[in-house]
């Protein structure tokens, strides 16, 4: 039980800052300012649920495809690691390196539905977490109770972005432009240090 519970709220701290809840609402309310209530509430669930899937495939099928391309654990940390800085960079830098481009986000705003694109990919299920995934599930290293932890921090972690998403009008409003900027920001920070983290641990296991 205590793997259950260290599993857990590493992987679920890890997820909110890689999916940043308040900040992609904010992002979804400014996305479909014509849509009605029940539309966004449609979406938000369809675009959640595709995420989940994806996720849960890179959870569960991530590792075996690892070994079948014969790619180490410690290469994937450093990759993975790397990967996630430069999302962190994105984050704090404002750029748009690993997430949908402004111009994608201006073409997503004249569809009808976002929920596939860009809510569910790669704005919920993009390059950090699907990484983050297969990452969580490896360091698991087969144990029963640490995968299950991993995966409950996957169900919570959609769970808090889909709260967020429904309730999209009112955080808009309550955090508008600046105050989502600057959540992006904090969590980019805390990201850069948990992108060095697993990359320096990746480096050491390489070496050592």
């Known amino acids: 039980m205590p793997a259950l519970a260290d599993s857990f709220a590493y ?3 890890a997820l909110l800052v890689i999916l940043d809840p308040p900040g992609t609402a904010a992002l979804f309310a400014a996305m479909t300012p014509g849509a009605s209530v029940p539309e966004r509430r449609r979406q938000a669930l369809r675009a959640v649920g595709i995420a989940f899937l994806i ?3 890179f959870t569960l099928g991530g590792g075996w495809l690892l070994r ?9 940390k450093v990759a993975g690691g790397l990967l996630l800085f430069l999302m962190a960079a994105d984050m704090v830098m404002g750029r748009h390196l690993l997430r949908a481009s402004p111009e994608e986000e201006e073409a997503a705003v004249r569809e009808e539905d976002i929920s596939v694109f860009p809510l ?9 977490a699907m990484t983050s995934m297969v990452l969580l599930h ?19 972690a959609l769970g808090l ?11 808009g409003r309550l955090l508008g432009a600046t105050g989502a900027n600057v959540i992006g920001r904090v969590l980019g920070v805390l990201l850069a240090a948990l992108a060095a983290q697993i990359a320096l641990e990746g480096l050491r296991e390489s070496l050592g």
């Open 11 to 13: 992987a679920l701290v």
């Open 55 to 57: 996720l849960l495939g």
């Open 68 to 76: 079948a391309l014969g790619i180490g654990l410690p290469a994937m």
């Open 120 to 128: 569910a990919i790669p704005l919920l299920a993009g390059p950090g």
């Open 138 to 156: 490896e360091e698991a290293g087969g144990d029963a109770w640490r995968l299950a932890g991993v995966l409950a921090a996957l169900v919570v």
């Open 161 to 171: 972005t889909l709260l967020c998403l429904l309730a999209a009008g009112q955080v």
